[in-house]
């Protein structure tokens, strides 16, 4: 089947339409006050008020050991833990430590790659919560040559 520019136009537009059919209900609950606390142990608080941190082998963070530019860090996480419900990266020493979070699915494959902000040579930290409200983290040193939060 060959799509025209013209049909191709059609479908990007009723898809953006789509969007807007969404209820604001349905979309993600977003951790807002914990995106804008200004301590890690605060932002911890925040998105897990019960949980104590517990260190573990089976949450994985891959982080270079120096990033010669803050701005673009490549960061993988992952786990083997079962029943993973969410996962969270903290830069320690950021002016906002949690950098990202995810809510997963059922079954879904906890593993995520991305690129992290940091301002300076910092502990990036790996946090995975289970079902069971239990929190395991991981944590690495990451050096940075030159800082990407501004300044």
């Keep these: 089947m060959k799509l025209s520019r013209r049909g191709a136009l059609k479908r990007l537009l009723a898809g953006s339409a789509a969007v807007f059919l969404v209820p604001v209900s349905a979309l993600a609950k977003w951790a807002e006050k914990a995106f804008n606390a200004t301590k890690l142990d605060e932002a911890i608080k925040l998105l897990w008020p019960n949980a104590k941190l ?38 320690e020493k950021n002016p906002s430590p949690l950098t990202s979070k995810f809510d997963l699915f059922k079954d879904a494959k ?10 300076e040579t910092s502990k990036v930290i790996a946090a995975v919560e289970t079902t069971d409200g239990k929190v395991y983290f991981t944590e690495k040193e990451v050096k940075v040559t030159i800082g990407g939060c501004g300044g």
């Design 110 to 119: 906890p593993e995520f790659s991305l690129r992290i902000r940091m301002g």
């Design 54 to 91: 517990e260190k573990s082998d089976k949450v994985r963070l891959k982080a270079p050991e120096i990033a010669e530019n803050g701005a673009v860090v490549p960061v993988t996480i992952g786990s083997d833990l079962p029943n993973v419900k969410s996962m969270a990266i903290f830069v």
